[in-house]
């Protein structure tokens, strides 16, 4: 009896599966994603629909990170009321949950099965390397992707005509913005602010494409103006315990540690840590800014650490922090709010020019305005049509944007207190470099 | 004349079909499989499932079937679980898209070289775990495939680590289809030659070593030998499928390699029922299918379809530890077993 | 005091007894012999509690205990059981062993009165109360167990084949021992290989084949029986 | 006879016979290893050694227990320290926001002290809930396989358990600045966190406190007894459903106490409980399993590998190292460094 109860039991299972498996298999065009509008929003009359997806790790390690993109995203097309011309746009969020093989999967469903025409946004460089493959296969245009590191570049030129689909970076190669740190070590030295016993430096980072090329390009920079580097450690993005290492770097007396980390767990415990064991040596700890509650979780470890971060200097961008921390609960940060939100904003832009100019939105037409407008330096975004961080979004040199001071630059700041202070370039320093 | 003509006639007819009857029977082969197989090789040209969104599911669900087929083939039958699976599937994968990377080695070739390490390190495993019995082995493959993960991660020159190694695919095309065909061949190989050798007297020792090794050893079998053979099989198996995974997917990461993957291949075999070969297969398709409907459709809860993953896992093996190899039993056997007694029943 | 009516046991799908019955008075020293397989120590087992009866009803003074986990046969009914394999805790001294035999008893001045009693018993394994149990050798492991069974003051001892692997002298040791428990009062339940040292210290007999009991009687009167004599004593 | 010459041998000779054992020879090996790594790289070594195997004692003590008396293998191990974290967090952060608000010094230096309770007592409760839910009911079912089927149990567990908290919790990191805010203190040179110290004595206290209850109280002898021959503890009257019941919930809260110990460390996601159930593990394989006092040493012993790794190699590397070394043990002494031949090595 007991048997056949439990046959009944498993068959019913089997069954639920089945049904289940099969019950998928009627479409549901009505099916709203995830997270966008409220289904009464969309006008029936219309019915023209143009599918998007916003790339992000919206899941694990880089979460936080996830979470700004999203937010500054909705609020970019809540502003437009999520239509351009007599098309609704629709938003599928694609969680690349910091790993390139799940983001692959993951972009790649949401094009067959969501039917995404464009994309935008995406973090980390490993992650744009392996969709650039999906991108080009499904030849869908991808707009402000922010994976920033040669790699990028390199396939985007190693065959333009395929990979052009992976159509403009959020974020330059990073040998571009660390040449900003370089000199603002070298300038202080020259001024007698900081007189390092010796030129050493330690070099860490975590071990992504990001992490690696910012190391390798800052190391480069450093060697050609007389340093030496003693130690390089790059380490998985997870990792919390830092001690050996920082220990190693104390032994090894280096005047200076600089690395990177975009995982804000990884990067405080590494500042925390090298407060603990009293590492001396000045320390550059590139992101450590990049999430909003950085000194909640470093407190005053952070003192003196050396950072490079955008920041909100504008009416604009204040307002926007602000409407943003109401949205979501969450103090953006320049470099991944404000910066997507800029990123979406043009994104949007050339969705509306593309729908002036052809009248109608598909993958084809977007990627013919990224063409003919964009990557010619026609079709920019600019602080006038409101961006909020950078004073022009220029991709007439794709992928990367142009770099300088009227169009794309980071400056170099201290944190102090819980408060960051400016330090290069000399037009907007507020204070020397300064040393512990 | 005539008469023995017609004896002849006779002999021939039936030589055949029992020839074909005891050929399937040897690679495990019966109607209602055969049944199942046509049906899967017509489905992608069935509404709704000629989808590239389906198609992409059932990609993955043969693949997975393939996985839990090689998985079974040790811990249904040896009883040694490899905990370490996922790391022999990553060693395959790696190896050809390597060789397709760095010598240009076409992936139709690379995923038969690529069988070669996870061989290699299959048997080496197999000897490792040998002295060790049970759990002990289980631990010891789960270390292997740790080590293995490990060193795929930190070899940043020759596997680029967590970057991702960008691997070529098998085609130049955007249609899932083909690749359906090519891994429910590559699952139809699997199965056959696992299925094979099991019904040969290889399955009697094996499942004499998973049973009592020592009444195995007394009674003639040499475990050692039955034991390695078996493992360096299961991971043979494993990287070939790994070698489909890197051209299909054309992108590897030392997370394919995690313990959650093995986890995943393990809970679809338990609840297709051990030691059945083929219970694992047959279950992933509404598996996955129930897995992947879940997860897309519900992206705000993030997870969900790992809990249904687990739950269902414990259940099985609280309360139904045949798993649906067993239902299936019990339903045949209700079937042949009982039509001759409900027309007794009926008379009376 | 004990009672055992026609039970039926087995491990799984494999029956040992069938139909088994016996009784122990109280102070009587009884005992259970046959052939090596017969169903002796599945018989024990099941008393214990150790092995659910598939059919049939085991009684002590009256309250049947069929079912009941060993823990609670032991702990409510008084019964000490001490099995042929010893089960001691090997990585644990003698003494541990000795106050673990008394776990159910948790009045702690009643515990040293049973430890007292029992090192007066077995001086041997007072010599070596703080030596692991796991390194006493065959004759002083069957003391211990011995007396962590008693430990809790049983009602009623079932020992397992304590002539099991010792060298006679040794044997003698432990039949003595048993001897003096039961001028103390204990009642025992002895399973014995060796009939013929069993029958003469004990009062009662059942002879168990096949796990069926085929014989019982006074371990004289089993001592005169030609059948029992051909088939165990070798006369 | 042997054991009385042993019984008579002078305190030296029993001394050098201690040693030359492998648990003797082990631990001489390992005060020479760091020694020399004192010597060559600093003091830090050795007190970092120190610090943090004191935690990964503790989470091995739980692991180790379990499958001593319970022959439970629990993969599910550090989702039990998550939990810790998480409950930790959610205790802690409330009341030192209060407090931010309310200064006073004495409770504030109590505060951490709240969240550290809260969590074992959150860690006891899942134990016991996950006994009586799960395991009570595949021991009350089958005895079968019990080893195999019930570490697979815990598989499903821990994937349950990960992504419950994922759904419910999120996957943000949920971390504090540190627990006590003061100086970091200076140790032979070396700079140690206050956080680290006080939890390094709780750490201490507690592996004090639970060897005295299994060593000197009639419950923990129960325990032990259990563990070294369960039939031999229901014959002297210990109810193992009890003891069984009271082992999960022990080990589960140690598990969550060096969670929350260590929330300053590692902040509390959903997936953190895998690097710290692989430490558990090599603890406990390089011991032996069963083993609560060596895994003291053992503690020691894998957090002085680490840190060897991670300085001397490379941080990223601080997990295949060790994986090697207790492969290596595995390989050579199945049942651990320190142990004699354990129950369940032998169980198929």
Redesign the interface.
């Known amino acids: 009896m007991r048997l056949k109860r439990y046959t009944l039991v498993a068959m019913f299972i089997i069954l639920a599966l089945v049904f289940a498996g099969c019950a998928q298999a009627t479409p549901e065009p009505a099916e709203e994603p995830a997270g966008g509008e409220p289904a009464g929003v969309e006008e029936p009359a219309e019915g023209k629909v143009f599918t998007i997806g916003v790339l992000g790790p919206f899941t694990g390690p880089s979460a936080r990170t996830g979470e700004e993109f999203r937010t500054s995203s909705e609020m970019a097309l809540e502003a437009i009321d999520y239509t351009i011309g007599d098309y609704t746009i629709e938003v599928v969020w694609i969680d690349s949950q910091s790993d390139p093989e799940k983001a692959t999967r993951a972009y790649e469903e949401a094009i067959v099965q969501d039917g995404v025409q464009a994309g935008a946004i995406n973090w980390h460089s490993s992650v744009s390397v392996a969709v650039m493959e999906v991108t080009a296969k499904h030849k869908v245009p991808h707009f402000f992707g922010f994976g920033a590191t040669e790699v990028v570049n390199e396939k985007f030129e190693s065959d333009p005509e395929k990979y052009g689909y992976w159509t403009s970076k959020g974020w330059p190669t990073p040998v571009k913005l660390t040449v900003g740190y370089v000199e603002a070590l070298e300038g202080a030295i020259a001024a007698g602010v900081w007189t390092p016993e010796s030129k050493t430096v330690a070099i860490y980072g975590e071990d992504t494409d990001w992490g690696r090329s910012f190391g390798e390009g800052l190391a480069g920079q450093l060697e050609e103006v007389g340093w030496e580097v003693v130690d390089r450690q790059y380490f998985p993005i997870e990792q919390t315990e830092f001690y050996p290492t920082l220990n190693s770097f104390k032994d090894q007396g280096v005047a200076l540690v600089a690395g990177t980390s975009t995982a804000p767990p990884s990067i405080s415990a590494f500042i925390k840590q090298a407060d603990e064991v009293g590492l001396e040596s000045l320390i550059i700890a590139d992101g450590l800014g990049w999430v909003g509650e950085w000194y909640d979780l470093t407190g005053d470890a952070s003192n003196y650490v050396i950072d490079q971060i955008p920041g909100f200097a504008s009416d604009a961008a204040k307002e926007f922090a602000a409407a943003f921390e109401e949205k979501s609960g969450l103090q953006p940060s320049p470099s991944s709010g404000g910066l997507s939100f800029d990123g979406m904003n043009f994104f949007i832009k050339v969705l509306q020019t593309t729908y002036a100019d052809f009248g109608e939105l598909s993958k084809e037409t977007v990627y013919q305005t990224v063409q003919d407008k964009v990557w010619t330096g026609e079709l920019t975004y600019t602080a006038e049509d409101g961006a909020i961080v950078m004073q022009e979004y220029n991709f007439s040199d794709p992928p990367d944007p142009i770099v300088g001071g009227d169009y794309y630059t980071f400056p170099v700041l201290q944190y102090m207190d819980g408060d960051q202070v400016y330090i290069f370039p000399e037009s907007i320093a507020e204070s020397d470099l300064m040393v512990p | 004349m005539t008469q023995n003509s017609s004896v002849k006639y006779t002999y021939e007819e039936q030589e055949p079909i029992e020839r074909i009857k005891r050929l399937a029977k040897k690679f495990g082969i019966s109607p209602v499989g055969l049944l199942s197989l046509v049906i899967l090789l017509i489905l992608p040209f069935i509404p709704p499932f000629n989808q590239e969104h389906l198609l992409r599911w059932l990609v993955g669900a043969a693949l997975i079937a393939a996985q839990t087929i090689a998985f079974d083939f040790t811990t249904g039958y040896i009883n040694v679980v490899n905990f370490g699976f996922a790391a022999f599937l990553g060693v395959g994968g790696y190896t050809s898209a390597l060789l397709a990377v760095n010598f240009g080695i076409s992936p139709w070739i690379g995923i038969f070289l690529g069988v070669i390490p996870s061989a290699v390190l299959g048997f080496l495993t197999g000897i490792l775990t040998l002295r060790l019995r049970g759990i002990f082995a289980a631990l010891m493959s789960w270390f292997v495939g740790l080590a293995l993960l490990g060193l795929t991660r930190n070899l940043t020159e020759l596997t680029r680590g967590p970057l991702g190694l960008n691997a070529p695919t098998f085609l130049e095309t955007a249609s899932n289809r083909p690749y359906f065909y090519i891994i429910v061949a590559m699952m139809m190989v699997t199965y056959l030659t696992l299925r094979w050798i099991t019904n040969a007297h290889y399955g009697l020792a094996f499942r004499a070593i998973g049973q009592n090794i020592d009444a195995a050893r007394a009674s003639g079998i040499n475990p050692t030998y039955y034991r390695v053979f078996n493992f360096t099989l299961q991971c043979a198996f494993a990287g070939w499928l790994g070698g489909f995974y890197a051209h299909y997917y054309g992108i590897l990461t030392p997370a394919l390699m995690a313990t959650s993957h093995t986890v995943e291949v393990l809970a679809i075999s338990y609840v297709g029922g051990r030691g059945s070969i083929w219970g694992g297969a047959f279950t992933a398709f509404p598996f996955v299918f129930l897995i992947e409907f879940l997860r897309s459709n519900l992206t705000e809860l993030p997870g969900l379809h790992l809990i249904l993953y687990g739950l269902l896992l414990i259940l099985v093996m609280i309360f139904y530890p045949g798993g649906v190899a067993q239902v299936y039993d019990t339903i045949r056997d209700r079937i042949t077993n009982r039509s001759p007694q409900n027309q007794s029943a009926a008379a009376d | 005091m004990l009672k055992v009516s026609e039970i039926d046991a087995g491990y799984g799908f494999l029956q040992v007894l069938w139909g088994v019955s016996l009784e122990v008075h109280e102070g009587e020293f009884v005992a259970l012999v046959g052939p090596n397989g017969a169903g002796k120590s599945t018989t024990l087992r099941t008393i ?3 092995i659910e009866p598939m059919a049939g009803e085991i009684s002590i003074n009256g309250d049947p205990i069929g079912g009941m ?4 046969v ?2 409510e009914k008084g019964i ?4 042929e394999s ?7 001294s003698v003494e ?1 062993n000795l ?3 008394a ?2 008893i948790r009045d702690k001045a009643q515990q040293k009165e049973s430890l007292a009693f029992v090192y007066d018993l077995f001086h041997r394994l007072a010599e070596r109360k703080s ?1 692991l149990a796991g ?3 065959g004759g002083e492991r069957k003391m211990l167990a011995i007396a ?2 008693i ?2 003051n049983p009602d009623l001892l079932l020992v397992d084949e304590p002539s099991l692997g010792l060298a006679p002298n040794l044997t003698h040791d432990v039949f003595q021992a048993l001897l003096k428990l039961r001028d103390q009062g204990v009642t025992i339940l002895l399973v014995e290989q060796n009939v013929n040292t069993t029958l003469h210290i004990t009062d009662r007999g059942y002879v168990i084949e096949k796990g069926q009991i085929i014989m019982e009687g006074a371990s004289k009167k089993l001592l005169n029986n030609k059948h029992v004599q051909a088939a165990y004593l070798g006369i | 006879m042997a054991e009385t010459a042993l019984k008579k041998r002078s305190p030296f000779i029993e001394f050098v016979s201690k040693a030359t054992s492998s648990a003797g020879l082990t631990i001489i090996f390992t005060i020479i290893i760091a020694i020399v790594a004192t010597v060559v790289a600093g003091p830090f070594t050795l007190l970092n050694a120190i610090v943090t195997g004191g935690m990964w004692a503790l989470l091995a003590a739980g692991l180790s227990l379990v499958f001593g008396v319970m022959n439970l293998v629990n993969f599910a191990h550090g989702e039990f320290f998550m939990i810790g974290g998480l409950t930790a967090y959610y205790v802690f952060t409330p009341i030192s926001a209060y407090l931010k608000e309310n200064p006073s010094p004495f409770l504030t230096a109590l505060a951490p002290f709240a969240g550290i309770i809260a969590a074992t007592i959150v860690g006891a409760l899942v134990g016991i809930v996950l006994e009586k839910l799960v395991f009570y009911q595949l021991r009350k079912r089958t005895k079968e396989q019990w080893v195999m089927n019930s570490f697979l149990l815990t598989v499903g567990i821990s994937v349950i358990i990960i992504n419950g908290v994922q759904i419910i919790w999120g996957t943000n990191y949920k971390g504090i600045t540190s627990y006590w805010d003061a100086k970091p203190l200076e140790v032979l040179g070396v700079f140690i966190s206050v956080d680290r110290i006080v939890v390094f004595g709780i750490a201490m206290v507690t592996m004090a406190i639970f060897w005295y209850f299994l060593q000197r109280t009639t419950t923990g002898r129960a325990i032990r007894a259990v563990s070294q021959d369960e039939t031999g503890a229901q014959m002297v009257g210990i109810d193992l459903n009890r003891i069984q019941v009271l082992t999960l919930a022990l080990s589960s809260a140690l598990a969550a106490m060096a969670g929350a110990s260590l929330l300053f460390m590692f902040p509390s996601y959903p997936t953190v409980g895998l690097k710290p159930l692989y430490i558990a593990w090599y603890v406990v394989i390089l011991v032996g399993l069963g083993n609560v006092a060596g895994a003291l040493v053992g503690g020691f012993i894998v957090a002085l590998l680490q840190t060897l790794t991670g300085y001397f190699i490379g941080v990223t590397w601080d997990d295949v190292i060790p994986t090697a070394f207790v492969m290596l043990i595995l390989l050579i002494r199945p049942s651990g460094l320190f142990g004699s031949e354990v129950k369940g090595v032998h169980e198929q």
Do not use: C, H, V, W
């Not at chain 3, 986990?69 to 609670?72: G, R």
């Not at chain 3, 000490?80 to 099995?83: E, F, K, L, M, R």
């Open positions: 214990a509690g150790l986990p060993a823990n609670l032991i702990k000490s059981y001490i099995s010893l089960n001691l805790f090997s990585d644990m541990e106050l673990l035999g776990y159910t030596q390194t006493l050798s962590r069974g430990m809790s």
